[in-house]
């Protein structure tokens, strides 16, 4: 018997923790039409209609000021669609409706494999630059990125552990790119 590599015990095992979370999550959103039209409608706007419509807002109504926060948001979010890419292709995760058959995808996935969860992490990075640009913004981008980080377990496309594992690399990829920026910083 072939032994699995350490990455891939750990991924593993953190699914045996997440499947009861992310069945309860499932089940909720499937039984009412609501949660699953709010989450399939905030997931879709976090596939990146949200965040190019917010760059475009922000160069329109803030000039160069507005060009260089979404540049900013636009190098950080290269960095994390090459980071999650590659992390999914090493660690090659299922979703859970792959795993579990009482889990259901309520929205067809955009690739194969589950961790970590690249809407969740580009937005809690694209949320996390923003508002160091912008503050006034927290009140809309942090509700919007806890409602995309939650649509990816209710429909079925990510275990937890996915969703915090994305959050965790979303704001240590937001933490390094605000410290390669002068003069921007959430502390400020």
């Known amino acids: 018997m ?3 590599p350490l990455h891939k015990r750990l991924i593993d095992g953190a699914a045996l923790g997440d499947s009861g979370w992310c069945l309860r999550a499932n089940r909720w959103g499937e039984r ?3 949660p699953c039209r709010f989450f399939a409608a905030v997931s879709r706007l976090g596939d990146g ?3 190019y419509v917010l760059m475009g807002v922000l160069i329109a109504l803030d000039g160069m000021d507005g060009l260089a926060a979404s540049a900013h948001m636009a190098a950080t979010g290269v960095i994390a669609l090459t980071l999650y ?3 999914k ?3 090659r995760r299922p979703r859970p409706f792959a795993t579990d058959r009482r ?3 309520l929205v ?3 690739d194969e494999f589950s961790f970590p969860s690249g809407h969740t992490l580009h937005a809690v990075a694209f949320s996390l630059v923003a508002t160091a640009h912008y503050p006034a913004l927290a009140w809309l981008l942090l509700p919007f990125t806890l ?11 990510h275990w937890p552990s996915d969703v915090l594992a994305a959050t965790a690399i979303g704001i240590g990829l937001a933490g390094v790119s605000l410290w390669l920026v002068p003069g921007v910083s959430l502390l400020a």
Not at 147 to 157: D, E, F, Y
């Open 147 to 157: 409602s995309v980080a939650l649509s990816r377990v209710v429909l079925g496309l």
């Open 103 to 105: 889990i259901h995808a």
């Open 49 to 51: 209609v949200f965040w």
């Open 108 to 110: 067809a996935p955009l």
């Open 2 to 4: 072939q032994r699995l």
């Open 32 to 34: 009412r039409s609501w």
């Open 89 to 91: 292709r090493w660690t």
């Open 85 to 87: 890419k590659g992390l």
